[in-house]
């Protein structure tokens, strides 16, 4: 199939907050229209973060094919560009295959680079930049880059210094100027569908999705990871889960803080989702 045979072929994106039920519902759509899913979650493409993650079982997949989960080292910093060049790979690949690519995931930015075909501009580290940042809080790394990019700072993992960093770097270096956009997503007609879930109905869902995850190994999960090489300080870089599972692990803090203040950060992570996505005016909202 040539690049003009593929022009304009439908794309589903399916996006909303952390436990609202986008997989489930994706899969359900998928039988309906011969789909394959492309994940697009910044924590899935990582090896052995399985239960932390609350990434599809292959029970779960019914027999669905699923891409971008498992393809990255978790020692290594999987950034949106890798994940840009893959995506555009396999949806090229499905739509060759005469199937319907629908992407995935609670990830903004990963699915904007995707949808707006972003121009993501290769800004090499800053040394200097990054050893006066990194002696700084989480809070105040926040601030600064909530003055250079407030977009971003709504979205970003706000107790992550690695990303808050980086995130400073990227906005020092371009300014304020709007993402870049290329002409791939001209080529797609993608059909954004968002799932609308009540707060205090997602509340829920997030604390009793985190008890069964407990119950069904999340902590052996992050031991075994640790045993096999991921350092403390890298669990603190992916967030949420593997954070304060590591904290827990660590004796830093007792699990009944740990399971109170992870259920917190999961559903602050959820109204950002929700800060990120409703600005876009493309996506239509779905109540299942």
Not at 3 to 8: I, T
Not at 18 to 40: D, F, P, R
Not at 157 to 186: M, V
Not at 236 to 257: H, N, S, V, W
């Amino acid at each position: 199939m040539s690049k003009k045979q593929l022009d304009r072929k439908k794309i589903y994106v399916i996006v909303g907050p952390t436990a609202s039920g986008k997989t489930a519902y994706s899969i359900k759509l998928a039988k309906k229209i011969n789909g394959e899913i492309i994940s697009a979650d910044s924590r899935q493409v990582y090896r052995g973060l399985d239960i932390g993650t609350g990434k599809v079982t292959k029970k779960e997949m019914a027999g669905i094919p699923h891409h971008l989960l498992d393809v990255a080292n978790p020692r290594k910093v999987f950034t949106v560009a890798d994940f840009q060049k893959l995506a555009n790979q396999k949806i090229r690949e499905i739509l060759k295959r005469g199937k319907t690519p629908i992407i995935v995931g609670g990830t903004g930015f990963y699915i904007q680079a995707i949808v707006d075909d972003l121009i993501l501009p290769a800004v090499p580290p800053n040394k200097k930049l990054r050893a006066n940042l990194e002696v700084k809080p989480p809070s105040e790394l926040l601030a600064l880059l909530k003055k250079l990019d407030p977009r971003r700072a709504q979205e970003i993992d706000s107790q992550n210094p690695r990303r808050l960093i980086r995130a400073i770097e990227i906005a020092r270096a371009l300014g304020k100027i709007p993402p870049l956009r290329g002409e791939t997503s001209q080529c797609f007609n993608f059909e954004i569908i968002g799932i609308k879930i009540e707060q205090e109905e997602l509340n829920k869902k997030i604390h009793d999705r985190l008890l069964v995850r407990l119950k069904h190994g999340m902590i052996a999960e992050v031991k075994k990871l640790h045993a096999q090489g991921l350092s403390w300080k890298r669990m603190e870089e992916l967030g949420l889960e593997y954070r304060y599972l590591a904290r827990f692990l660590q004796d830093k803090i007792t699990k009944p803080e740990m399971v109170a203040q992870l259920e917190k950060a999961i559903i602050n992570y959820s109204k950002r989702q929700m800060t990120w996505f409703k600005r876009d005016q493309r996506i239509k909202w779905l109540k299942i």
